[in-house]
């Protein structure tokens, strides 16, 4: 169980330095839109209802009518966000969203609108964390690499990551991204393996 706990805050940690080195600002005045707020769902997704919290750039949905909780990141036009099973993005339009989600049982559609909240004001949010580091795409990288590593538990880890790590996501190969992983970000060989 040490182990893997170990893994997944490897793992986590190096979501985090690859996906912050891309330039949303999770430290300091931060560029994160607000979409915390009661968002109403349409499309072919279950749910019809998110509740959204936000920390900086990173976001927690509470939806119905499922009782799914998400976790994931804003990071200027876009979002991303997961439970460990699905793995969803959609672009941020004003106080409208849509994109899509996937996981083992198909894709489905699905399209917001913010009813209440600060998601009705979306402007620039405030920061969090703080190397400097796009969530989203740091994760969807990786979890391209090591797709036994759920996007969640990749955006949960993400934050205050070492220079050294946050510098493997210039790495476009993933075997050159997983040693500079393994060597810089204290990612066990064993974490992204096939």
Known sequence: MRLRNLVVASVCALGCALACSSGSSNGGGGSCPSVSGSWTLSGTCQDTSCTVSQSGCNVTLSCSPTGTTYNGSVSGSSISFGDGSDSCSGSLSGTSASGTCSSSAGTCNWSGSCSSGACTNPGTGGGGGGSNVDC???????????????MSECLNGCGDAPPSCAACSVNSQCADLVSCAITNCDMPPSACSN
């Open 136 to 150: 989203s795409a740091a994760c969807q990288k990786l979890s391209t690499c090591c797709p036994q590593m759920s």
